[in-house]
């Protein structure tokens, strides 16, 4: 379970007030991933996370060939270009180490 001081670990989160925290608590899914495992693969439904814990690196398919393109690191907001514009994920998101991201539909 995701807690309120995990919560406001992510940059974008840090100022929220305590009840607003909780809200968050409530909704959003904890989710382990092992090396190679993946947060949201490229072309998933919106879904915003942040990265509470590891290492992730962002991937693109350009010409059938997966690139890494960035990466993302604790405090991190994943996939908040889908959420904020309804589109698919236009990256996939992968760990590269033991990594630990809550998931908000």
């Given amino acids: ?16 007030e305590q009840g607003d925290r909780e809200r968050l608590c409530r909704v959003a899914a904890d989710i382990s991933l092992g090396p190679g495992e993946y947060a949201v693969h490229e072309g998933d439904e919106p879904a915003l996370l942040g990265l509470l814990g590891g290492h992730i690196e962002v991937v693109k398919l350009v010409d059938g060939v997966e690139r890494v393109i960035g990466e993302r690191r604790p405090g991190d907001l994943i996939g908040e270009i889908s959420i904020t514009l309804g589109t698919p994920q236009p990256a996939g ?12 539909e």
């Avoid at 379970?1 to 840090?14: P, S």
């Fill in 93 to 104: 998101f992968r760990a590269t180490e033991a990594s630990r991201v809550f998931r908000i």
């Fill in 1 to 16: 379970m995701v807690t309120l001081d995990e919560i406001g670990q992510i940059t974008v989160f840090a100022g929220l």
